[in-house]
């Protein structure tokens, strides 16, 4: 069972920038997938942003694309996510994932771990 940890989470006004931190651990095989899902107050989990293991396909939902960015670090088990021009709306409990899916239609989908998740705050 992969272990996930997210850190970076916190408060901002709109308009700033965070950036998101997750790293994998305890794995035998390196996780295929990694990426992003979040939970806004009242509404279902949703996935954000995803990124392969070979770096050659990611995933942005339609709601963060153009202002939030996925990337892999140097070493496999680690992804950010650069979020700028946050907006209100933008404000959730996001939670790291790994072993993902990216179709290539449809939404980023997740059968596997998941983080115990960071808070997000946007507010003025």
């Known amino acids: 069972q992969v272990q996930l940890m997210e850190s970076g989470g916190g408060s901002v006004q709109p308009g700033e920038s965070l950036t998101l931190s997750c790293t994998a651990s305890?794995?035998?095989?390196?996780?295929?997938?990694m990426g992003w899902f979040r939970q806004r107050p009242g509404n279902e989990r949703e996935a954000v942003a995803g990124?392969?293991?070979?770096?050659?396909?990611?995933y942005h939902s339609k709601a963060v694309a153009g202002r939030f960015r996925i990337s892999r670090g140097t070493a496999k088990n680690t992804i950010s996510l650069r979020m700028s021009s946050l907006k209100p709306e933008d404000t959730a409990i996001y939670y790291c994932?790994?072993?993902?899916?990216?179709?290539?239609?449809?939404?980023?989908?997740?059968?596997?771990?998941w983080g115990p998740g960071t808070q997000v705050t946007v507010s003025s």
């Open positions: 990124i392969y293991y070979d770096d050659t396909t990611t």
């Open positions: 994932v790994a072993n993902c899916d990216i179709p290539l239609m449809g939404p980023m989908t997740n059968s596997g771990s």
């Open positions: 305890g794995y035998t095989v390196t996780p295929r997938c």
